[in-house]
């Protein structure tokens, strides 16, 4: 009998270690508005489907000092830097295109997870949710557009 | 006449009191003080200076002077002193110093795990 548990414990932890450790390259594609200002904070977070905090996926922008204005994801960590620790780049200008590729794990798609994109630019308008874009498979290879300094975002695999 | 030499009186005495301290105490200026007068302040106690005729070290200038060198410095390097905050400024552990501290960039850490990331991953990132 107890050998039996054990052979079912160890079928169970086998079958179910590949679905938590599948997942896939997705790129992120970011198109910038000709804004006239500086590099644009971007922070790319994720909340799931009744809008709790789940994690960062990227900060576009080194000095914690401006991330107050990137308000929505203020709002969500505390202002916490170690939530973007390893996953943060530089700033992205006006008019370039930021590219970035993480490994992430399937099942942030079709699970109800929504990605949240905050702007903000020195001396000018912040822009919290600047992008707001549910996490499913139709949302794949679409731009989509966003409200202030973001001209499209595409998510593709 | 009667408030007039009161008030005569009064300038009197009072010119009096005045000329009588000076006499009593006589101001010496610097330098060894005579051997006969009782001194409590130690000798090595540097001599009392109402004013100062240099005007390139006193305390004020030289004073203004670092102010204005350390204003000068702080706006060639505004950007750099705000950075620094935390290692200057702050003691580890403390919360409202870990909101100061930047993040680590990509590629020198592990990204959080936060359940988005597969164990492992390292983020690309490329900027046109």
New interface residues.
């Given amino acids: 009998m107890k050998h039996l548990l054990a052979a079912l414990a160890l079928s169970t932890a086998l079958t179910s270690l590949p679905a938590l450790?599948e997942?896939r390259p997705v790129t992120f594609t970011t198109q910038m508005r000709s804004y006239g200002g500086d590099g644009a904070y971007l922070a790319f977070y994720?909340t799931d489907a009744q809008g709790a905090y789940?994690?960062?996926?990227?900060?576009a922008g080194?000095?914690?000092?401006y991330y107050k204005h990137l308000s929505g994801w203020q709002a969500a960590t505390g202002?916490?830097?170690?939530?973007?620790?390893?996953?943060?780049?530089?700033s992205?200008?006006s008019g370039?295109?930021?590219?970035?590729?993480?490994?992430?794990?399937d099942a942030?798609f079709d699970a109800g997870y929504v990605l949240h994109v905050d702007a903000a630019v020195e001396d000018m308008r912040d822009s919290p949710n600047e992008i707001v874009l549910p996490l499913t498979s139709d949302a794949v290879g679409a731009p989509v557009t966003g409200r202030g300094y973001i001209d499209t975002l595409t998510v593709s695999f | 006449m009667k408030s007039a030499l009161s008030l005569l009186a009064l300038t009197a005495a009072l010119g009096l009191s005045v000329a009588g301290a000076l006499t009593a105490a006589p101001i010496t200026g610097p330098g060894p003080a005579s051997p006969q007068a009782a001194d409590p302040v130690p000798s090595t106690t540097t001599p009392l200076q109402l004013a100062d005729n240099d005007h390139d070290d006193g305390w004020f200038f030289a004073r203004k002077g670092a102010r204005h060198d350390r204003h000068a410095h702080d706006d060639d390097e505004e950007d750099e002193d705000d950075d620094d905050y935390s290692a200057r400024g702050c003691a580890a552990g403390q919360p409202a110093c870990a909101l100061n501290l930047n993040p680590a960039p990509a590629g020198t850490a592990t990204p959080p795990a936060n359940g988005l990331f597969a164990p492992g991953a390292k983020p690309a990132v490329q900027v046109n």
């Avoid at chain 1, 370039?96 to 794990?105: A, G």
């Fill in positions: 450790a997942a994720v789940v994690g960062s996926l990227w900060m080194g000095k914690a000092k202002g916490d830097r170690t939530q973007v620790d390893g996953i943060t780049g530089a992205v200008g370039r295109e930021l590219k970035i590729t993480l490994d992430l794990q942030l």
